[in-house]
């Protein structure tokens, strides 16, 4: 077991009494039976378990199991922020479909009919805004008691808010800021824009990024982690504020890969597999465990989601059930050619049997392919099938890094173009797949190499619209708009609807337009 997962797990069975949801009011403020102050002035390492629950806000959905959430929902295991990452960036974009359905989920996997009362999109919001002001009351605590490793600890929250705000840029386009001059105001706040968050966000990161250090636990934010999270901001900076940011995104790109001290792991599943944890390559994962950190909305969403004892061998890849649910499409499987003659190790990661080509029907589990990508059974030794899944999920990784680099590039950022190429044929060769030439590098490439490279990673929505291919009929999809072979969807669908719900606790919100 990861040693981390255990701080998580005693972190949160100290402090069930601390934190309760009440994301009906955007200024959340933790239900507290003894007051942080007081607590940290008792006992200094209980900030150990405050921090640990805040990271673990992100894989896990609640403190008492999986049964449990930190926000509203019927169905606890739904309101997890990796399952909800996992839902809006894959099942909204190409790559990804699933079948069952559930109030929303539909509107989800075809791209049609959003709208403000979709739970889906409000427990992403809702998970926002319990860690933003969750970790705004630690800092605020901390001002007032000296603990150890103070100053590093303040800088870790303040990313971990930086990230929750990176997702409401991203999906929603704007919320409201709260931190550390507002938290507690008994007025409702003011909408912030979309560029009034990227530059606090931005501001927070370049501020903490000196203080961070360079290596830290496994599973916590270092400097490169810092610099990961400015990369992606500035990488995205013209669709958020309409100024593009590509030379800036390189020159954070550059120091992940030339002083993070990462390199990428010799084999490619090794990456998605149970012992992932001791991976060269992966630089901030979201912690898994089966036993420690049980969660139906971490990597378990992804791998039991996937698998199907209807079509599947499910034990060959460490799992005891199978929610027959989850299948990639053409556009995803389609990008490797043909698959019972392909080199590339990634293409090999689509179960074929008993599946269809075509997706002619989204809710029939047979047509498309599953993805067996992430899988609990480990790389380097025997496992045991486990009902949890025991595989972290990389949400930063070195590969991605080296195919920011090759973009910034060829979007004119500065940088060398050899090193791209280098970069580059590197993934691809890593998983056996034939380099190319200096002249197929092309934006056209990496999207397609992005696809290959990183679908189910929590990152294809956001890839499509930076390339201008998410909304319109300039690409398609199976099942884009509701149709079978894809039909154009409006610019609105760019950003998410704002929850009715969030609408209604401050009414200095407005909705998206469009909605």
Same mark, same amino acid.
């Given at each position: 077991m990861k040693n981390f997962n255990k701080k998580i797990i005693l972190g949160i069975s100290a402090l069930v009494l601390l934190f309760s949801s009440c994301t009906d009011d955007l200024n959340t403020?933790?239900?507290?039976?003894?007051?942080?102050?007081?607590?940290?002035?008792?006992?200094?390492?209980?900030?150990?378990?405050?921090?640990?629950?805040?990271?673990?806000?992100? &894989?896990?959905?609640?403190?008492t199991?999986?049964?449990?959430?930190?926000?509203?929902?019927?169905?606890?295991?739904?309101?997890?922020?990796?399952?909800?990452?996992?839902?809006?960036?894959?099942?909204?974009?190409?790559?990804m479909k699933n079948r069952w359905g559930d109030d929303g989920l539909d509107q989800l996997t075809t791209a049609s009919d959003w709208n403000g009362n979709n739970k889906f999109f409000r427990y992403l919001y809702d998970r926002v805004y319990f860690v933003v002001p969750q970790t705004t009351n630690i800092i605020l605590a901390l001002n007032n008691v000296d603990v150890a490793n103070e100053e590093q600890i303040v800088s870790e929250l303040r990313f971990i808010r930086s990230l929750a705000y990176y997702y409401m840029i991203d999906c929603f386009g704007k919320g409201v800021l709260v931190n550390e001059s507002n938290y507690g105001s008994t007025n409702p706040l003011p909408e912030a824009s979309r560029l009034e968050l990227f530059e606090y966000v931005e501001s927070e990161l370049l501020d903490i990024e000196q203080d961070m250090p $360079?290596?830290?636990?496994?599973?916590?934010?270092?400097?490169? $982690?810092v610099r990961m999270l400015l990369a992606k901001l500035y990488l995205n900076a013209e669709v958020y504020t309409g100024t593009a940011r590509y030379s800036d995104a390189l020159n954070y790109t550059n120091l992940v890969i030339n002083e993070g001290g990462y390199t990428l792991a010799n084999?490619?599943?090794?990456?998605?597999? &149970?012992?992932?944890?001791?991976?060269?390559?992966?630089?901030? +994962?979201?912690?898994?465990?089966?036993?420690? #950190?049980?969660?139906?909305?971490?990597?378990t969403?992804?791998?039991?989601? #996937?698998?199907?004892?209807?079509?599947? +061998?499910?034990?060959?890849?460490?799992?005891?059930?199978?929610?027959?649910?989850?299948?990639?499409?053409? &556009?995803?499987?389609?990008?490797?050619?043909?698959?019972?003659?392909?080199?590339?190790v990634r293409a090999g990661l689509f179960w074929t049997?008993?599946?269809?080509?075509?997706?002619?029907?989204?809710?029939t589990w047979e047509d498309g392919y599953p993805s067996t990508k992430f899988r609990n059974t480990s790389f380097s030794s025997t496992s045991t099938a486990t009902e949890f899944s025991p595989t972290d999920f990389p949400l930063f990784r070195l590969a991605d890094a080296h195919l920011m680099y090759a973009e910034c590039v060829l979007r004119g950022a500065g940088g060398s173009q050899s090193q791209a190429l280098d970069y580059v044929n590197a993934i691809r060769t890593r998983s056996n797949a034939t380099a190319i030439t200096a002249g197929e590098l092309t934006?056209?490439?990496?999207?397609?190499?992005?696809?290959?490279?990183?679908?189910?990673?929590?990152?294809?929505?956001?890839?499509?619209?930076?390339?201008?291919?998410?909304?319109? #009929?300039?690409?398609?999809?199976?099942?884009?708009?509701?149709?079978?072979?894809g039909t154009a969807i409006p610019a609105t669908y760019n950003v998410f609807p704002i929850p009715q719900t969030a609408l209604e606790a401050n009414l200095n919100l407005t909705q998206n337009p469009g909605y």
């Open positions: 403020e933790p239900k507290v039976e003894l007051s942080l102050e007081n607590l940290l002035a008792q006992d200094p390492n209980a900030v150990e378990g405050l921090l640990s629950k805040m990271y673990g806000t992100f &894989a896990l959905s609640g403190p199991g999986p049964g449990s959430s930190d926000i509203s929902g019927p169905d606890p295991g739904e309101t997890a922020f990796l399952r909800s990452i996992i839902n809006m960036q894959e099942f909204t974009a190409d790559g $360079v290596t830290n636990t496994y599973g916590r934010a270092n400097k490169a $982690v084999n490619f599943v090794s990456n998605f597999s &149970a012992d992932n944890n001791t991976s060269t390559e992966i630089i901030f +994962p979201l912690i898994a465990d089966p036993v420690v #950190s049980q969660s139906y909305g971490n990597t969403y992804i791998v039991n989601g #996937s698998l199907s004892t209807e079509t599947m +061998p499910i034990v060959d890849f460490g799992a005891t059930g199978g929610w027959t649910g989850h299948r990639a499409t053409k &556009a995803w499987y389609g990008l490797f050619g043909d698959l019972e003659t392909a080199t590339d049997e008993g599946h269809n080509f075509e997706m002619a029907d989204y809710r934006l056209d490439f990496i999207i397609d190499e992005r696809a290959r490279e990183l679908n189910l990673e929590g990152h294809r929505r956001t890839d499509l619209i930076r390339f201008g291919r998410f909304t319109g #009929s300039t690409y398609v999809w199976p099942w884009k708009g509701n149709l079978a072979s």
